[in-house]
């Protein structure tokens, strides 16, 4: 089945460095989203991607659609305790609404 | 901002027994969704909704899952007869159905099955 690599599985960071994950597949999605979830809540939409090559930001983070239709990065650029959580990568193929999701990376960020 | 909402937040019930987890989408959104995320695991999808019918639905979503949308606003996942591998966070989604307007989660059920 479908599946989406996303990496890294954690990270443990300073405030105000920058982070970057990615999410990889061997199939085409034609919509990446970017979500995060934290302690008991629900995914929250960061990020939504439609075409191939497209980068969009949102305040400090900012994510790419890969030109392959394969791949899709989100970068946060300094980076503050509040992004503490985990993040996921979340893939729409061709005529289908089910969103594939990513394993997730968890985010820890040291004052 | 509308939100999805879900009741209850927590859910025990024992092994064998029906559950009914609700949900209330977004107001104009027209298509509905449940996923699950088993502890420490990522978000699986178990089915969408539109129109009435389900639309599509992943191998996990067996008989003993249903879905509802019994008046205008609720939408419901039924579990007919528990198991221990039920238990997970459940969560309800809903979307316009217009791909520049994508899914929106509640913050979930969590349902303990004994």
């Known amino acids: 089945g479908q599946q989406l690599n996303q990496s890294p599985q954690s990270m443990f960071i300073q405030e105000g460095e920058d982070v970057s994950m990615n999410c990889t597949s061997s199939?085409?999605?034609?919509?990446w989203l970017w979500y995060k979830q934290d302690p008991g809540e629900g995914p929250v939409l960061l990020i939504a991607?439609?075409?191939?090559?497209e980068l969009t930001s949102n305040g400090r983070l900012t994510a790419q659609f890969g030109i392959t239709r394969k791949d899709s990065f989100l970068n946060i650029s300094a980076s503050i305790p509040s992004d503490v959580g985990i993040y996921f990568c979340a893939g729409l193929m061709d005529s289908s609404y089910k969103l594939i999701f990513g394993s997730g990376t968890r985010l820890l960020v040291r004052p | 901002e509308p939100e999805v909402t879900q009741t209850p937040s927590h859910q025990v019930t024992q092994m064998g027994q029906e559950v009914i987890l609700r949900c209330v989408p977004i107001s104009n959104h027209l298509y509905f969704y449940w996923y699950r995320q088993i502890l420490g695991q990522k978000v699986e999808f178990l089915v969408s909704?539109?129109?009435?019918?389900?639309?599509?639905k992943s191998e996990i979503f067996d008989d003993q899952f249903s879905v509802e949308r019994p008046d205008g606003s609720n939408f419901t996942l039924k579990i007919r007869s528990t198991k221990l591998e039920d238990s997970a966070m459940y969560f309800c989604?809903?979307?316009?159905?217009?791909?520049?307007?994508?899914?929106?989660f509640g913050d979930g059920t969590r349902l303990s099955i004994l």
């Open positions: 991607l439609y075409k191939a090559g």
């Open positions: 989604a809903s979307s316009t159905g217009s791909r520049s307007q994508p899914q929106h």
């Open positions: 909704f539109y129109n009435n019918e389900i639309s599509e």
């Open positions: 199939s085409i999605f034609n919509t």
